[in-house]
């Protein structure tokens, strides 16, 4: 693949078209089962770089609020497929760029801030703050690697708790269950409560 700027939707839009998406899980994972069911009724959630948007579709089959946004619009067509009926979850946005509709309830991460240039990590960070409400989540699936190469760009030890530092707190930290091969023994579950 040549060497675009992972920032920008082209990199994404050119993958997608190509088929060549090695981070699509295909699947709800089960941690996100699990939390579909523990939520409160009605939970306002943001997927930002939705992907296939697979748990979009779990999130809205349950009943909660979704606005599942990506910025490529292979990627969108994609999604629309995996979600039929609850497509109109789905919005072509920019998370950096774009009013997605705050304050949230939940912001879900899978596969998004190590598809991001660490340049944008910290811009991460506060933008995922500012989505949320008071006592709002952060709550998904974390990638570390000592590698420099990406994506996927992996964090290092102590990087996601001095990126969140004062912006949220860590309340849940487990290995993923069931990784699929581009981040196999690499990836955590984490809960993460917004700061007042
Ligand atoms: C590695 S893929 C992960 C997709 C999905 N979360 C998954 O788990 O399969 C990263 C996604 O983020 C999207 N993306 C990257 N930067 C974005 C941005 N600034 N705004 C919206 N989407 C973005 C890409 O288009 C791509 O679909």
Redesign the pocket.
Known sequence: MPKED??G?EF??KR?RERF?P???GAVPAEVRALVASLPPRQRVL???????YEARAFAEAGHDVVA????DA?LVAARAVLGEWRTVLRC?????DDLGAPFDLVYE???L???PRRRWTAYAERVAAELGAGGRLVGFFFWSEGERG??FGLKTGELEALFAGRFARVADAPAQASIAVFAGKERWQEWVRSP
């Open positions: 992972p920032a939707p994404w839009e997608y998406t981070w699509d899980a997927i930002p770089g939705c992907g296939s948007a946004i990506d910025f490529s990627a946005a920019d998370f950096f760029a899978r596969a998004f190590c598809a991001l994506p996927p």
